[in-house]
């Protein structure tokens, strides 16, 4: 299994309606991609960075569905969200394999 990780350390003033649209808008619309089959959403209890830190997993059966899906989608999703919450946030992605 692959898991896609995007970690975003979001504005506190404004990190429920970010939430809000994540769930809303933009997870929908990784998922309706089709590459992945389940995410998550967790926050960082102890982070010491300012403002809230949620990590968003995807997990994605193989490299395979991951490298289609950052090739055909993940651009147009992240000027999606860059467009939506300008300056508002930074963000870091990792990828992620599975140990048996």
Same mark, same amino acid.
């Given at each position: 299994?692959?898991?896609?990780? &995007?970690?975003?350390?979001? &504005? #506190?003033?404004?990190? &429920?309606?970010? @939430?809000?649209?994540?769930?809303?808008? *933009?997870?929908?619309? +990784?998922? #309706?991609?089709?590459? $992945?089959?389940? *995410?998550?959403?967790?926050? +960082?209890?102890?982070?010491? =960075? #300012?403002?809230?830190?949620?990590?968003?997993?995807?997990?994605?059966?193989?490299?395979?569905? !991951? =490298?289609? !899906?950052?090739?055909? /989608? @993940? /651009?147009?999703?992240?000027?999606? /969200?860059?467009?939506? !919450?300008?300056?508002?946030? +930074?963000? $870091? =992605?990792? @990828?992620?394999?599975? +140990?048996?």
């Amino acid at each position: 299994m692959i898991i896609f990780n &995007d970690t975003v350390i979001i &504005d #506190e003033a404004i990190h &429920d309606q970010w @939430l809000n649209w994540m769930k809303q808008v *933009y997870i929908p619309a +990784v998922m #309706e991609t089709g590459y $992945f089959k389940s *995410y998550q959403i967790l926050t +960082v209890i102890d982070s010491p =960075n #300012e403002g809230v830190t949620y990590c968003i997993q995807y997990s994605a059966e193989s490299m395979d569905d !991951f =490298n289609e !899906f950052y090739s055909r /989608h @993940l /651009h147009r999703l992240q000027d999606m /969200h860059n467009r939506e !919450f300008e300056n508002q946030f +930074v963000v $870091f =992605n990792t @990828l992620m394999k599975t +140990v048996s």
